[in-house]
């Protein structure tokens, strides 16, 4: 291929990030699988970075479970978001970020549907107004909290105290990025790298110094797939999704995952220990799984937090082996204790995957 | 550890693993097997598919895989009537060729 011709292609891809000034939403689930990650990324946005990242203790869920799940219309939903909108509105704010993959997805869903049908937009106002009595702009730009942790990527890399590097070997680490398939597989213009070649994840691993793995099943579901794990009859379809997405990378070696959505960091985390009590089978070196992180996790440890504040000590695989090989420093005592030294008391362990 | 759910088998072909040496020996009896282009013409006008679940574009895929078993087995299906042959838009003598992969394959 030409090579202009190239850049072009790759142009289209590309998504235009304002780089401050920013209305947080949280997503429902991730302060319960990884308490550390929405505080980790406010942290390194307003304290270490200095950007404005504005959030409203008013906001709610998006509606996107539900939705997926086909137990509530798509109105509904609109008129959900609708008051997200609204209240950023009256926060003063243009810019949209949402933590979760799915709300990201939802709300370029429903941006989309307007465009397309204006009149199911007058109509959710109408419903707003009647609800509760709220207006609201669309928003100007709505990213992915993972677009812009991806745009500050080199700033992170320049305060970096650790980097994704094996200190035996001196070899970057090898390491799997696993993206939502909401982030950009439905709207492809609206993620990075579109949804062939999403690049969020992997521009932050090669600025901190770490290796992609590029593995046969790599743009596979993670297995969640909403009514693929909440309906119960469905779960076997859903692990044997996760299953095969580790047969498909276990020869690569990974030494870690990172991964931008609330639900893959979970389900590829927690299905180690399930595969490892069907099976027998552990994906990681010596007995261990391989460590799942999310994107912010990944950048508080290079930024030299401490793991135990991020709520490392919350995930199933043990992640020990990975501070290990990058040189962390942590104190093994403190991986249980909470804030005031309160004792969050230890997990019963597993009879295959080994944790520490 | 019972949980109520079980993991399938992947569905999956790694073509790395495969073993194509009794693929490769059709392709030197039966070049013709090589232009096929999947459009199932063959399975759309089978008068056994209906019933037996025989299809000859499956068969070519699943020997291209290495699935020999199930590609041997849904030939057991076959009747040799020909209407194969007679619709291929390829011009594969489609009859022929069944016959060549029962003689290669073991079946009779």
């Given at each position: 291929m030409i090579y202009q011709g190239k850049q072009k292609i790759w142009a289209d891809?590309?998504?235009?990030?304002?780089?401050d000034h920013w209305y947080y939403v949280r997503s429902c689930i991730r302060q319960n699988f990884f308490?550390?990650?929405e505080k980790m990324f406010l942290e390194i946005c307003r304290n270490v970075l200095h950007?404005?990242?504005?959030?409203?203790?008013?906001?709610?869920?998006?509606?996107?479970?539900?939705?997926?799940?086909?137990t509530i219309p798509q109105e509904t939903v609109m008129t959900i978001v609708a008051r997200q909108f609204a209240l950023m509105t009256e926060s003063g704010y243009e810019n949209y970020v949402a933590s979760c993959i799915t709300s990201f997805g939802n709300y370029i869903e429903i941006l989309e549907t307007w465009n397309e049908f204006p009149e199911l937009e007058a109509k959710i106002r109408e419903l707003l107004w009647k609800a509760c009595?709220?207006?609201?702009?669309?928003?100007?730009?709505?990213?992915?909290?993972?677009?812009?942790?991806?745009?500050y990527r080199n700033l992170i890399a320049e305060k970096a105290k650790y980097r994704l590097v094996n200190r035996f070997t001196g070899e970057p680490l090898k390491v799997v990025e696993h993206i939502g398939c909401h982030y950009s597989k439905m709207f492809p213009s609206k993620g990075v790298g579109g949804a062939e070649y999403p690049y969020v994840l992997c521009g932050m691993i090669e600025a901190w110094g770490g290796n992609v793995i590029d593995y046969p099943e790599r743009r596979h579901c993670c297995g969640y797939g909403f009514r693929q794990y909440h309906v119960k009859a469905n779960r076997g379809y859903s692990i044997s999704n996760t299953h095969k997405k580790f047969e498909s990378m276990e020869p690569y070696h990974p030494d870690m995952i990172i991964t931008n959505c609330p639900g893959c960091p979970y389900f590829l985390d927690r299905w180690q220990y399930v595969i490892a009590e069907m099976e027998g089978k552990t994906y990681g070196e010596n007995g261990y799984g391989i460590p799942v992180f999310t994107y912010e996790e990944v950048a508080g440890l290079v930024l030299g937090y401490d793991p135990w504040d991020l709520g490392l000590q919350l995930h199933q695989v043990a992640v020990e082996p990975l501070l290990d090989k990058m040189g962390i420093e942590y104190d093994p005592k403190r991986?249980?204790?909470?804030?005031?030294?309160?004792?969050?008391?230890?997990?019963e362990l597993p009879g295959v995957l080994k944790c520490c | 550890m019972d949980f109520g759910f079980k993991i399938s088998p992947s569905s999956a072909v790694n073509l790395d693993n495969v073993d194509l040496s009794l693929y490769d020996r059709l392709h030197e009896v039966e070049p013709d097997i090589a232009k096929?282009?999947?459009?199932?013409s063959c399975s759309a006008s089978c008068p056994a598919g209906r019933f037996s679940g025989m299809s000859m574009r499956k068969v070519i895929l699943d020997l291209q895989r290495g699935r020999q078993k199930e590609a041997v087995k849904m030939l057991s299906g076959c009747?040799?009537?020909?209407?194969?042959?007679?619709?291929?838009?390829?011009?594969?003598?489609?009859?022929?060729?069944?016959?060549?992969?029962?003689?290669?394959?073991?079946?009779?």
């Open positions: 891809y590309q998504k235009e990030i304002p780089d308490p550390g990650s950007k404005d990242f504005h959030e409203n203790e008013s906001h709610t869920t998006c509606g996107g479970i539900a939705y997926h799940c086909d009595r709220r207006e609201f702009k669309k928003p100007k730009y709505v990213a992915h909290a993972s677009d812009l942790i991806y745009k991986k249980y204790e909470g804030l005031n030294h309160k004792d969050l008391m230890r997990p | 096929c282009i999947a459009c199932g009747m040799l009537c020909g209407k194969c042959l007679m619709v291929c838009p390829r011009g594969i003598n489609t009859r022929h060729l069944i016959l060549a992969i029962c003689k290669l394959y073991g079946e009779d």
